[in-house]
């Protein structure tokens, strides 16, 4: 239950504060705290789980289940790019939507480019044309990061292990589409 404000009388208030714009600039850090506090709902703390990763946690290969995740995308398709873009510092990674963004990468050898990845999971079956990537490659000039091409076949390569990767997974769940 939301607790009521009781009107303050104008009067009981000091001078100071008896202009409608100082009581509203008054009650104003007050609010966001009303706020918060109406959407505790009266939950007991000790009632809540624990948060999980589930994308983590669980190897879909080795312990079997669907091949489908909850969004219609290919689950053997998602932990696949997952798997494949690990060296990489993630944005974020939806796997209802089926969309992984990477962060800027480095690579160690190389300290005047940098890479960053998008792998969208467009279906739910284990089909070549049910996954796009896009890279993208800045390269240091100056004090500046600057927009430069990636190479013809980079893309098409880490489809490729990601493809690879999602057939192994399913190899080892027993072929089950």
Known sequence: ?????????????PAWARSPA????????VLPVLALSACGGGRDPD???????????VDRGATGGDDELKGGVNAYLWRGA????????????????????TDWYQPPSSSGERFKIAAYILDRRLRSDALRVSVFRQEKQG????????????????????LARARQLRADNGNRN
């Open 22 to 29: 100082r009581r509203l600039i008054a009650v104003l850090p």
């Open 47 to 57: 009632s809540l789980t624990q948060p999980r990763n589930h994308l983590l946690g």
């Open 1 to 13: 239950m939301t607790p009521r404000l009781q009107p303050i009388a104008p009067s009981s208030l």
């Open 82 to 101: 997952i798997d494949t873009l690990s060296f990489m510092p993630f944005a974020s990674a939806d796997a209802n939507g089926g969309v992984i963004l």
């Open 143 to 162: 004090s500046e990061w600057v927009d430069t091409p990636v190479a013809t076949n980079t893309t098409s390569d880490i489809t490729t292990r990601i």
